[in-house]
């Protein structure tokens, strides 16, 4: 997301003295790294989604949260990076009503979006922490979906007729720039911020050491018994979620909270003057997550990494011919040789 976004990202964060939406009395732009950001966002986030989109080990219905995450991640930076870009480069009224729509849009609906699918991630582990037979039992792809789709439609539900009632009735002169007039909306506003941002954002740190605590309860539950013969019970899974959860919980305490701490103060306590070095700083580790997102999910999915590294990489064998191992191939085989060392891998050998 750009700093711009984040500015006005907390809708109840309004000057009720003047019709126009809060502004900061100094200038946190970002302009030097609008674009490399925008690029990074989506070259990491989009191979995050083709990995696991080409893997079938991966389509799993926990990683189709993963993957809401990593498309939203996707869409916010194609549509607020370059719209961003475009805007400071001709200006808003060039651009028109139209985009400035669409600018918004990005800005208000994809970016909670955002929040909402890690904030989905950690209710699927409260389900299958607290609730593991049900969990077991119904958490398919089919269900996966339904609950990603569910979040799109509770998130654009409350966001859309602010964006909708601003651009028919309330839309400020493009010559300030495109912004969202909220102070015409103060009642609709408040809602959305508290369950759209604030839920998502205090939500996910408060729930997680009650699903640190339940898991370590269950990791003690299924030390190996003293019965050698008595198989001990399994996890289904694995632990990996789990860290992954952890790491998007440490992710987002440490790249929205400073945001959120600044909108607090600046909402609350408007004539408080925040030292431009603090904000700028704020707003710079909140762009951080979008790349975060896809790094930290790579990083836990194990020997899946060493297969992609060597997805395009060639080997010959003993007679000198060409051999190419495939990418599911080679997965199943680094899994194989994981649970038993005397496994020989399959390749695939080309002529």
């Not at 720039?177 to 740190?205: E, M, S």
């Not at 030292?275 to 194990?302: C, E, K, N, W």
Request: proline content about 7%; glycine content about 6%; aromatic content about 10%.
């Amino acid at each position: 997301m750009d700093s711009n976004a984040t500015i006005t990202h907390n809708l109840s964060a309004t000057n009720h003295s003047d019709s126009r939406p809060f502004s900061l009395p100094f200038n946190v732009s970002l302009d030097g790294g609008t674009f490399s950001t925008g690029i990074l966002v989506v070259g990491l986030n989009t191979l995050a989604v083709l990995v696991t989109l080409t893997q079938a080990s991966l389509r799993t219905p926990f990683n189709m949260y993963i993957v809401a995450i990593l498309c939203s991640n996707v869409a916010l930076g194609c549509l607020d990076r370059a719209l961003d870009i475009a805007e400071r480069e001709y200006g808003a009224v060039r651009l028109g009503h139209s985009l400035c729509t669409i600018h918004l849009y990005a800005i208000y609906v994809i970016s909670p979006l955002v929040y909402n699918f890690h904030w989905l991630v950690t209710l699927n582990r409260v389900w299958a922490l607290f609730g593991p037979i049900s969990y077991r039992a119904r958490h398919n792809r089919t269900i996966a979906g339904i609950l990603c789709g569910a979040v799109m439609v509770y998130v654009h539900s409350f966001m859309l007729p602010l964006l909708i009632r601003d651009r028919l009735y309330y839309r400020l002169p493009l010559e300030g720039g495109c912004r969202l007039n909220n102070g015409h909306q103060p009642a609709l506003a408040a809602l959305t911020t508290f369950l759209i941002y604030d839920v998502p954002k205090v939500g996910i740190p408060v729930v997680f050491p009650f699903l640190l605590w339940k898991m370590y309860s269950r990791r003690r539950a299924i030390r190996p018994v003293a019965n050698p013969a008595a198989p001990a019970p399994t996890r289904p899974e694995g632990g990996r979620p789990f860290t992954l959860l952890t790491l998007y919980t440490g992710s987002t305490l440490f790249c929205w909270w400073p945001m959120m701490c600044c909108n607090i103060i600046l909402t609350y306590s408007p004539n408080t003057k925040l030292h431009p070095a603090l904000y700028r700083t704020a707003a710079s580790v909140y762009i951080v997550q979008t790349v975060l997102d896809p790094l930290m999910f790579i990083l836990t999915l194990g020997n899946i990494r060493s297969c992609w590294r060597r997805l395009c990489k060639t080997k010959i064998n003993n007679q000198g011919m060409l051999v190419r191992i495939s990418a599911g191939r080679e997965c199943a085989a680094a899994r194989n040789t994981r649970e038993n060392p005397n496994a020989i891998p399959n390749v695939a050998i080309v002529a």
